[in-house]
């Protein structure tokens, strides 16, 4: 059984950074696609990043393109998000999901986390 458990949500102002972590138990997702989705109050859960699972493609929403950045250490089963410039509009339960292939729609991921809070104040 595969377990996806994000980490490192918060309080923090507006222009400030934070750092979301995923860590991958059960088996390994080397060759998995990862992605981040977020879910703001009262709307619909969203994509926000997904990269390859070599590292070498990824890809952004265009509200987060120039100040999130996803990475991943394959040798740690853990994929992060890099949120600079924080933005009110940003504050959303954040999730992370796992699939053989790099979609954009939540419902197509195979696994799927329990999500993180990130809440950004003025």
């Known amino acids: 059984q595969v377990q996806l458990v994000e980490s490192g949500g918060g309080l923090v102002q507006a222009g400030g950074s934070l750092r979301l972590s995923c860590v991958a138990s059960g088996r390994t997702l080397s060759n998995y696609a990862m992605a981040w989705f977020r879910q703001p109050p009262g709307k619909e859960r969203e994509f926000v990043a997904f990269?390859?699972?070599?590292?070498?493609?990824?890809n952004y929403a265009e509200s987060v393109k120039g100040r999130f950045t996803i990475s991943r250490d394959n040798t740690k089963s853990t994929v992060h998000l890099q949120m600079d410039s924080l933005k009110l509009e940003d504050t959303a339960v954040y999730f992370c999901?796992?699939?053989?292939?790099?979609?954009?729609?939540?419902?197509?991921?195979?696994?799927r986390g329990q999500g993180t809070q990130v809440t950004v104040s003025s």
């Open positions: 990269i390859s699972w070599s590292g070498g493609s990824s």
């Open positions: 999901a796992a699939d053989r292939f790099l979609r954009t729609r939540w419902s197509e991921y195979y696994y």
